[in-house]
């Protein structure tokens, strides 16, 4: 590559990763290894077409150039067949994938799997990807677990040397912590700007320079699938991925469905358990709530109570024998409620 580069031709690096699967933290380490040792620059996230369209803009500027795109296409593969390009692929469960795809879309699983058919697509481009020369297949799972290790074979891969200082400070500059802390602060950004982040039409909102949405980041956690999935959902799981897994490990066996289904029967009825108890605590905090507004309330009317009973004392037995009688009369007769008011007044000038 590095041969290619100092020729005077273009080349490209295409970080194509499957959904969710770590291809944006590849757009952000590939950018940076560009930028620094070949003074090349950063593209951002291009279709086949922009890509195409970028491809004939750039026909006489030779350089490096790094974009993040997804979906397989012919004018990409042709640039790996013609040496113009290096490839970086990212894959990951798919089942960890479904559920990330949930939260980041906020939809359901009816929404992002059934109607959606994203998995499907995963699955096609995975073949795409996979069937193309000079692309290097990255593992999710070993990613996350060892970032610096996934640092070391993207700079191979460009023919890019690195110390293991540099390679420290990379894994720092994007960690999964360090990326949180970025769509924080884009998130901050876009409300500050008058975005509604609730509407789900502004989930697919990214930062132009660093392709992180501001919702990209989660726990990150794998397996997480067995948390949230459903029976109904693991069997569906099931019957779109069980080839795949089992050709990438993530399973041994095509009845690994059969064989979870009793787990995950016991976490929903513990998570149905858990929704019930949630709301009776919602429910019990909504009375206390409502009753110590009542008690408030009501030691409001007592002192104020208090206060004009106080004068009273200073009448004599016969005149609160008098106050006892109005207030009777007045319970009694609503209509003189006014009248026994102004008595009260003038026993209290009296007192006074």
């Not at 990807?129 to 297949?137: H, K």
Request: hydrophobic share 40%.
């Amino acid at each position: 590559m590095l041969a290619r580069r100092h020729s005077g031709e273009i080349m490209y690096v295409f970080c194509a990763g499957m959904y969710r699967a770590c291809s944006t933290w590849q757009y952000a380490v590939a950018s940076q290894l560009v930028e620094t040792h070949l003074q090349g620059r950063r593209l951002g996230y291009l279709s086949g077409d922009q890509f195409a369209a970028w491809d004939d803009a750039l026909a006489d500027d030779a350089g490096c150039y790094v974009l993040k795109s997804h979906d397989a296409d012919e004018r990409l593969a042709a640039a790996l067949r013609e040496g113009r390009a290096l490839a970086l692929y990212a894959y990951r469960d798919l089942r960890d994938v479904a559920y990330s795809l949930m939260h980041k879309f906020g939809g359901t699983f009816e929404e992002v799997v059934e109607r959606g058919g994203h998995l499907h697509i995963c699955l096609a481009n995975d073949r795409f990807w996979r069937a193309q020369p000079r692309v290097l297949c990255q593992r999710y799972e070993t990613l996350v677990g060892d970032f610096s290790q996934g640092i070391r074979q993207i700079a191979a891969h460009l023919e890019i040397k690195l110390s293991e200082g540099e390679v420290a400070e990379l894994a720092d500059a994007y960690s999964l912590q360090a990326n949180h802390r970025r769509t924080i602060t884009y998130a901050q950004q876009l409300q500050a700007a008058g975005y509604d982040l609730a509407d789900r039409k502004n989930a697919l909102l990214y930062d132009a320079h660093t392709i992180l949405h501001w919702n990209h980041i989660r726990d990150g956690q794998i397996g997480s699938w067995l948390r949230q999935a459903t029976p109904r959902e693991c069997e569906r799981l099931a019957s779109i991925c069980t080839p795949w897994l089992i050709a990438q490990a993530y399973e041994r066996e095509d009845d690994w469905a059969t064989r979870v289904m009793p787990l995950l029967d016991e976490l929903q009825k513990a998570r149905i358990a858990s929704r019930a108890a949630q709301n009776e605590l919602a429910a019990f905090r909504a009375r206390t709530v409502a009753l110590q507004s009542e008690l408030e309330a009501a030691h409001t009317q007592l002192e104020e109570a208090r206060a004009q009973l106080l004068p009273l004392g200073n009448v004599g037995p016969r005149g609160l024998w008098t106050a006892k009688q109005l207030h009777t009369l007045a319970r009694q007769h609503p209509r003189l409620a006014s009248l026994c008011k102004r008595a009260l007044d003038s026993l209290r000038k009296q007192a006074g």
